[in-house]
């Protein structure tokens, strides 16, 4: 049975066989055999017309003779109709100018469009995307208890539910599992996206990939290896990118049209055209293949890509990374945009945001021991606590880390600890008040107590980024709908989404939720975008019309994503989400143009006012026009 893993192997190595270097090694050969027919004088006029004829098959081989036949007949079978791309149309064009004698013009409309084609791949950047990352974050291996009470080192794969393992301090947590014994603080950041540790102990659950703390701890296998929740991530990567559609962009969407009425319209013209204009069959083909290469969209072709190249560069320079114009021309249409909470929408470190000490202490003395208790503790909340006060005397104390209880020390004969409020037993009325009010706006919340007396309070939250709350605005300004989507809790989530004016929260969600989630705000806003940093919101990011990944965050966020914010600064999405519009509106600036010129070229051909020469230099000053309109977007602030 082949597995997701192999078929998309065959599948890449297939796309890659299919294309290579070969059609752009054939592309140049076609170039450099055009220039040197160009500079061949009439006396050599067989050599010329052989080489521009050569030049034609071998710089449009590929686009358009295997692309063009290709996708015609895997789209006409798909739509269950007639669906022709311009690669066809772009074709019969050059074969009409050959067999008329212009064999320059043929040429070179498979230059121009050939060109174009290679062009927009590169900046498409098709590159399937990986999630090698990903695999190598799962856990290889566990340390199995046996039935004699020794630890042996096993592979993760070989576990059964019921398995007894052990976990030390600073391991990955192999597998899914229950604790049995031991108590311990665990970084589920890679599950949840949560950036505060989580005091584990006996009875409560641990997933695989998760990270442990100081605390040892045995454990039950609850699940296979491949029914974790981490697994589950990769199998929704997975998953999400097979069952990707990729967008259409505005000219795939224009040309199958444009190109089927052309095709239909010149052999009519071309029967219709002796009884009508009292031609010739002679004249009246020839006419037809002039208005064929009249017809032929040059500046159509050329469109798009000076536009997107132009788009993208622009934003490349401004900190934006695209991985395809496609998702610049998404991002101009979304109906819908999630965030995730820690490290997105806020910066994911905890910050001291309020504190409160009682009168009967001196607040000084008291900072003095907190700062010397934190000193001993690598928690992030210790970091923050230590980034927010700063000791006036040099404490000098034994402390004690205890899971569950906190930080313990003796100071002058007296029990100092830190710890979170569950942990003690008798607290007075203004500190329960203090508590609740801040616990209500998201804040974490540690005591400080003298021989366990509470005397002092610390609130501590991930508090919003610099430039959350105005992204929120913009978004909410254009009428799109904005949705907070995080692991953490309901009252940390809601408290966020209060303070950011976000139209929707929806906390306690799992990575398989958060996929699950951007689907459910697809079908009912339409185009969505999603905007993540971590490892849980990987299968978000793919599901999503665009994915978004902060610069800053995992590896594999920015992998599987098609945006990518260098620096994790927001502001730089309502940059691109502007610039994309602007994309969009020089695009169809360009299209109707383009059409113009074609629908004037079919005009005088019509009327026998022009001839082939005069039509490709039209076409060609055209596509100059189309392209310096697009590079105006290098400019865009």
């Avoid at 230059?111 to 695999?135: C, M, Q």
């Avoid at 509470?454 to 929120?472: F, N, R």
């Amino acid at each position: 049975m082949e597995t997701t893993q192999e078929k998309h192997a065959r599948e890449q190595h297939s796309h890659d066989h299919n294309h290579g270097r070969m059609p752009i090694i054939l592309y140049f050969i076609g170039l450099t055999l055009s220039l040197i027919a160009l500079f061949l004088n009439q006396e050599y006029r067989l050599l010329q017309n052989s080489l521009f004829l050569v030049a034609t098959i071998s710089a449009g081989y590929h686009v358009i003779f295997l692309e063009g036949i290709r996708e015609t007949i895997e789209h006409s079978r798909t739509q269950h109709k007639f669906t022709p791309n311009s690669h066809i149309l772009m074709g019969v064009a050059a074969i009409g100018a050959s067999l008329i004698g212009s064999f320059w013009e043929g040429t070179l409309l498979i230059l121009i469009f050939s060109g174009a084609h290679f062009l927009e791949d590169y900046a498409e950047g098709r590159s399937k995307r990986e999630i090698t990352k990903l695999l190598k974050m799962n856990p290889t291996t566990a340390r199995l208890i046996t039935s004699d009470g020794k630890t042996t080192i096993v592979d993760v794969k070989e576990l059964k539910v019921g398995d007894h393992l052990q976990v030390l301090n600073g391991d990955q947590v192999p597998i899914d599992g229950i604790i049995l014994s031991g108590t311990t603080s665990i970084d589920e950041s890679s599950i949840n996206g949560e950036s505060m540790p989580k005091e584990k102990g006996e009875g409560d659950i641990v997933f695989g990939s998760t990270i442990n703390g100081v605390g040892t701890f045995t454990m039950k296998v609850t699940k296979e290896n491949k029914d974790t929740v981490f697994s589950k991530i990769v199998q929704l990567v997975n998953q999400n990118q097979d069952n990707q559609t990729k967008a259409s962009s505005i000219i795939q969407k224009f040309e199958p049209k444009y190109v089927t009425f052309v095709l239909m319209t010149i052999p009519l013209f071309i029967v219709l055209a002796p009884a009508l204009f009292d031609w010739t069959w002679s004249q009246s083909i020839y006419r037809g293949l002039v208005l064929l290469v009249a017809a032929s969209p040059c500046a159509l072709a050329a469109a798009t890509v000076s536009v997107t190249l132009s788009a993208t560069s622009n934003l490349a320079k401004r900190g934006v990374l695209s991985k395809g114009s496609t998702y610049l021309s998404q991002l101009a249409n979304i109906q819908a945009i999630a965030f995730d909470k820690t490290g997105t929408l806020t910066k994911g470190k905890p910050e001291v945001t309020n504190y409160y000490f009682t009168d009967v202490v001196n607040e000084e003395d008291v900072i003095d021991i907190v700062v010397a208790l934190e000193k001993e503790s690598n928690h992030p909340l210790a970091r923050a606590i230590l980034n927010k006060f700063e000791s006036k005397n040099q404490r000098m104390i034994k402390v004690e880390n205890q899971i569950g209880k906190g930080l313990t020390g003796e100071y002058n004969g007296k029990t100092y600890r830190i710890g979170k409020p569950t942990s003690f037993k008798s607290v007075s009325d203004e500190f329960v008040r203090k508590t609740e009010e801040w616990a209500s706006e998201g804040n974490t919340i540690v005591y400080v107590s003298e021989n366990e007396k509470v005397i002092g309070i610390i609130a501590l939250m991930d508090i919003p980024s610099e430039h959350a709350k105005a992204t929120i605005d913009y978004f909410k300004k254009c009428g799109i709908h904005t949705a907070l989507i995080t692991g953490d809790s309901e009252m940390t989530g809601q408290a966020v989404g209060k303070q950011l004016g976000v139209d929707q929260v929806i906390a306690n969600v799992m990575p398989e939720d958060k996929s699950k989630m951007i689907k459910e705000q697809m079908e009912r806003y339409g185009i969505t975008a999603m905007v993540g940093d971590g490892i849980n919101d990987a299968p978000a990011l793919v599901k999503a019309d665009v994915g978004i990944a902060m610069g800053e965050g995992t590896d594999v966020a920015v992998d599987v994503s098609d945006l990518v914010l260098m620096k994790s600064d927001l502001s730089k999405l309502v940059k691109a989400h502007k610039l994309s519009l602007k994309m969009n509106q020089v695009i169809w600036q360009n299209i109707i143009f383009s059409m113009f010129v074609v629908a004037f070229l079919i005009t005088v051909s019509l009327l026998s006012l022009t001839d082939i020469a005069i039509s490709v230099v039209i076409h060609e000053g055209s596509t100059l026009v189309v392209i310096l309109n697009g590079l105006r977007l290098l400019k865009t602030k």
